[in-house]
């Protein structure tokens, strides 16, 4: 079993859905971090979350720790949000990553 | 201050040269990552610095490979020897201890 699952793999929606990625981890961590990366593109960090919620614009991040698990949605999606998302979780002074979700807008 | 700067952004080489990749971390982040990720794949940790020091390699970092970084500021990944499965994107990044996690853009490295 991977220390850090995401689910779903792959997401297509159509423009101006809710979208939900989930994000369970196994480990104890210092901080879950959210990213994204456009396609041969680097990574943008979007969220570090120790606790709570997060919010920055069109995104939130949520995370429970006692339940060892954080879900990012976007609100009102668009094209330009198509993107592989990335839940990694901080462990000393290492990420360990989940395998991403690869998220589809179609206008 | 930009953000973690990486170069070159591609780089194309033949089998057996050697190539060198700098990165340049948010100047006051302490820690400093390099990772590898290849197509299709998530990002695997090669190497940490704390300031100057290399604190941990991963067993993925052959003998071929070396970083450092020199006064704690910028950082060198340098493959000798290079092989085709060194293809692959390099990612730097950087941390003040564990907080402020910053990516470059990621050095793209083609072995012909």
């Known amino acids: 079993k991977n220390e850090v699952e995401q689910s779903p793999q792959n997401l297509t929606a159509q423009e101006g859905e809710f979208i939900t990625i989930n994000c369970s981890y196994s480990v104890g961590i210092s901080a879950l971090h959210w990213l994204q990366q456009h396609p041969g593109g680097g990574i943008v960090s979007l969220f570090m979350?120790?606790?709570?919620?997060k919010k920055h614009g069109r995104l939130i991040a949520t995370i429970n720790i006692q339940e060892k698990h954080s879900s990012l949605h976007i609100t009102a999606s668009h094209p330009r949000d198509s993107a592989v998302y990335i839940c990694a979780v901080g462990s000393n002074y290492q990420l360990i990553w989940g395998a991403g979700t690869k998220l589809i807008i179609k206008p | 201050d930009t953000g973690v700067s990486q170069n070159p952004r591609h780089k194309i080489t033949k089998r057996g040269q050697n190539v060198t990749f700098r990165c340049d971390p948010i100047s006051e982040h302490n820690r400093l990552y390099w990772y590898r990720q290849t197509l299709g794949q998530g990002p695997e940790f090669l190497t940490y610095f704390q300031n100057e020091a290399q604190l941990e390699k991963s067993r993925l970092l052959s003998d071929r490979f070396s970083a450092e970084r020199p006064k704690g500021s910028f950082s060198t990944l340098e493959i000798q020897r290079t092989e085709q499965g060194d293809s692959a994107m390099y990612l730097c990044?950087?941390?003040?201890?564990?907080?402020?996690?910053?990516f470059g853009s990621g050095t793209r490295l083609t072995v012909v």
């Open positions: 990044a950087s941390s003040l201890d564990s907080r402020g996690y910053t």
């Open positions: 979350l120790s606790s709570g919620k």
